[in-house]
Nanobody, 121 residues
Framework: VQLQASGGGLVQPGGSLRLSCAVS????????MEWYRQVPGKQRALVAS???????DYADSVEGRFTISRDNAKNTVSLQMNALEPEDTAVYYC????????????????WGQGTLVTVSS
């Protein structure tokens, strides 16, 4: 299973970015898809999650500014980030539950390579 994240970069405060993550390989199903972020010296923190049927949940710090979405047909998850703040600067990771072909359950150990988001003027 491969995860390919994209969309990070440098943006000014108040700006927007859209992150995407594509999951490929011998996949039977993808369950919950999540975005985490991590800054140096801190633990990786959950930013947003989306269930297979589209139910979403957000960290308080991003509620109302970030929107998570997914395309089940393409095995992708996106994170639209608006009104970005310097405190949003971090490496962002996608984290899906993956049910591989031939395996009888979801596995939760897959992480994208991370994409850096820098919010600075």
């Amino acid at each position: 299973v491969q995860l390919q994240a994209s969309g990070g970069g440098l943006v000014q405060p108040g700006g927007s970015l859209r992150l995407s993550c594509a999951v490929s390989g011998p996949i039977f199903s993808i369950g919950v898809m999540e975005w985490y972020r991590q800054v140096p010296g801190k633990q990786r923190a959950l930013v947003a999650s989306i269930s297979r049927d589209g139910g979403t949940d957000y960290a308080d710090s991003v509620e109302g500014r970030f929107t998570i979405s997914r395309d089940n047909a393409k095995n992708t998850v996106s994170l639209q980030m608006n009104a970005l703040e310097p405190e949003d600067t971090a490496v962002y990771y996608c984290h899906p539950e993956v049910w591989r072909v031939g395996v009888g359950a979801y596995e939760y150990g897959y992480w994208g390579q991370g994409t850096l988001v820098t919010v600075s003027s």
